[in-house]
């Protein structure tokens, strides 16, 4: 393929774009917050964890407004 004045200005712009678009995402990546929160066992608790079933969960407790 012979690479004329067209598909070299495609090409650079096409570099240029990726050089933009790459950072950018990393960077999104790191100022918006994330879609879950992953919770991890503490040190300092004492006592057992255990899961909550949903019912638990959903139910609204005595010293809610």
């Known amino acids: ?6 598909h070299f200005v495609e ?6 774009a990726a050089a933009v678009v790459l ?3 990393a960077l999104a990546s790191r100022l918006l917050p994330r879609r879950y ?3 991890l066992r503490s040190r300092l608790y004492p006592g057992p964890l255990k899961r909550l ?12 407004g």
């Open 11 to 16: 090409r650079v712009f096409a570099a240029a």
């Open 1 to 6: 393929m012979e690479l004329n004045r067209r």
């Open 53 to 64: 079933r949903h019912e638990e969960v959903r139910k609204q407790g005595k010293w809610a």
């Open 37 to 39: 929160t992953e919770a």
């Open 23 to 25: 950072p950018t995402d």
